[in-house]
């Protein structure tokens, strides 16, 4: 049954579910008050509507007048001569130039996030035929947005695309859109809470080679950190740099706050560098997070003359990436179907899988399975007969941690930000960016939306949508102390939208390394993908794109398996003359 299939027509239209599975769900919410950023086109010079004018009660209407900007982003750096970019290029080539199938295998996917879209698309490539089914009526998965009634975009999450991902990148260049990543300057901003509404910048000089780029931002930063304290961080970090892979995988056993201690680093470059990195990295703060998390990024960021560059997608992820992928899926002859929750894993008899049951009824049988789902709800999804096997019962130590987005839409233009991403230092707040200035969909030259990460938000995600926004406005006044105050007597709130994700990327903490599987699971037949899986990268869009390729990867090298295991299935059925 082809219910949910997806069109480019329905992917806006469509009613909006709230829910993932039974309480693992995302609830949005705003105000009465009303206000809706201007539209813009993809050009790098682009026209905008005006806002059009309203009487007390009523919704903005969009005027016709055009108001012409033009986009001060940077152009795209030079990744493609990297190491990394050039096995990701490899990587995605192989699926093309393999021997194409004689009678390609059917390959059923749940979850329509980065992780299933991905390896729907390589095993498009490699001649297959993918059903995607995703049980929202939106794609992205973690990346998901929705437009309000007035034509607004809210999102699950700031999602910035850094240089370091070479996945992603390749991606965005095979499908075409690599004009769709609005670059910003090499920089990493942070606000000061000891000097409200000041920032202090690392900005990376483009004429050095990494990592001495690196090393020429933090040694010309004095303002967070001190020389005997830059000395002694550099001291602490030399094992990491000089140990290689070997060494990064050996710290998953420490927290962030426990390897500094061992290594003699002092506490201020925790308060004033990794609380806000582990909070943007995994939404946890230094105490709980692993090491190995730190520097994996820390050496994805040093060892890449670009790999800390930044990137804000010029518009929503459903329809600015998540579309040209299930475009190019479907150009192949798979098939990407909404609304399409899946309710059991059916067994046969001998462990494998017979069919994914749907909540609707339907059975989709395929040559190959893959659940792309969280690994919260996949271990919801988990068959009775697999739980007690190790693959399986690993999982039980990787949870979800709990992230609330917030948007907020001001009644003016605020001044103290940049167009980049910028890292709060608040204890509730993780990163933010000013979305009206920093998206060109969503770009308002007369008023600012912020789109902001509330992290850690374990204590918070219960706590209704009034009290999370009072407690942000309050942080707000201290980033912004000449333009917002708690109470609004200055800059007025119009709307905003509350996105809570109660489980969303797995909690890193030490000792979870050994507990991601790999992408093909021990049941014949049966793979798993998703940013939790075993890959080289974090738990991020980068980690999901590549765990899908390398599922896609397992069952293009199992294809004659599982070929020749279908063609004994079908022969099992058919019954024997008499």
């Known amino acids: 049954m082809d219910t949910g299939c997806l069109s480019s027509m329905n992917i806006t239209g469509a009613k909006q579910v709230r829910s993932f599975v039974g309480q693992l769900h995302t609830q949005r919410c705003f105000t009465s008050s009303t206000v809706h950023a201007l539209k813009s086109s993809s050009c790098t010079s682009f026209g905008l509507t005006s806002l059009g004018s309203r009487n007390k009660g009523k919704r903005l209407r969009r005027g016709l007048a055009a108001l012409q900007i033009v986009s001060q982003d940077l152009p795209r750096p030079p990744l493609e001569n990297t190491i990394n970019y050039l096995e990701a290029g490899q990587l995605s080539s192989s ?4 021997e194409r199938p004689s009678k390609p295998l059917q390959v059923v996917i749940a979850g329509a996030g980065l992780a299933g879209l991905s390896t729907a698309k390589y095993l498009a490539d490699a001649g297959h035929k993918p059903i995607l089914l995703e049980a929202r009526d939106v794609l992205g998965g973690k990346l998901a947005a929705w437009k309000d009634e007035d034509g607004d975009w ?3 999450g700031l999602h910035i695309f850094f240089g370091a991902y070479p996945n992603v990148q390749s991606l965005f260049g095979e499908l075409g859109i690599n004009d769709r990543l609005q670059w910003k300057e090499h920089s990493m901003i942070f606000a000061m809470p000891n000097k409200p509404g000041e920032y202090s910048r690392f900005d990376f000089p483009e004429v050095l080679p990494a990592p001495l780029n690196g090393i020429w931002a933090i040694l010309k930063n004095n303002e967070m950190l001190t020389w005997p304290e830059k000395v002694k961080f550099a001291i602490g970090l030399l094992p990491a740099m000089l140990g290689g892979q070997a060494y990064v995988e050996a710290q998953d056993g420490l927290t962030v706050s426990e390897w500094m201690e061992k290594q003699g680093v002092p506490d201020r470059v925790n308060d ?3 609380i806000a990195m582990s909070k943007a990295l995994n939404f946890i ?3 709980e997070l692993s090491m190995q998390c730190i520097l994996i990024a820390l050496n994805r960021f040093l060892q890449e003359k670009h790999g800390s560059k930044m990137a804000f997608l010029d518009g929503n992820p459903p329809e600015r990436l998540c579309m040209p992928i299930v475009n190019h899926i479907q150009s192949l002859g798979g098939e990407v179907r909404l609304n399409s929750r899946i309710k059991k894993i059916e067994l046969n008899p001998d462990g494998t899988v017979k069919h994914f049951a749907l909540s ?3 059975q989709i049988t395929g040559d190959a399975y893959v659940c792309a789902a969280p690994v919260d709800i996949f271990k919801l999804l988990v068959p009775d007969a697999w739980k007690e096997i190790s693959y399986f019962k690993k999982l039980d130590k990787l949870v979800g941690v709990p992230v ?9 233009k605020l001044k103290n930000t940049y167009d980049h991403l910028l890292f709060s230092r608040s204890p509730l707040l993780s990163v933010y960016a000013d979305m009206s200035v920093a998206c060109k969909e969503y770009y308002d030259p007369n008023r600012s939306m912020l789109e902001l990460v509330f992290a850690p938000a374990e204590e918070w995600i219960g706590r209704s949508d009034a009290e999370i926004i009072e407690a942000t406005m309050q942080e707000l006044a201290k980033l912004f102390p000449d333009e917002i105050a708690a109470d609004q007597s200055r800059a007025k709130i119009l709307k905003y939208h509350v996105v809570k994700t109660p489980r969303s990327v797995y909690k890193t903490i030490p000792d979870c390394e050994p507990c991601r599987p790999l992408q093909r699971s021990p049941i014949e037949g049966f793979y798993l993908a998703g940013d939790y899986t075993k890959q080289k990268y974090l738990a991020s869009m980068e980690g999901a794109v590549l765990s899908g390729k390398l599922c896609a990867q397992s069952i293009v090298q199992d294809s004659k398996l599982l ?10 059925e058919v019954p024997v003359a008499s």
Do not use: C, M
Not at 95 to 98: A, G, Y
Not at 563 to 572: D, G, I, V
């Open 272 to 274: 004033e560098v990794f």
């Open 404 to 412: 609330i987005n917030v948007h907020i839409w001001f009644d003016r």
């Open 285 to 287: 703060n230094p105490d």
């Open 563 to 572: 070929s020749r295991r279908s063609q004994e299935s079908l022969k099992a």
């Open 95 to 98: 699926f093309r130039s393999n």
């Open 360 to 362: 609707d009824g339907t």
């Open 154 to 156: 809210y999102e699950t």
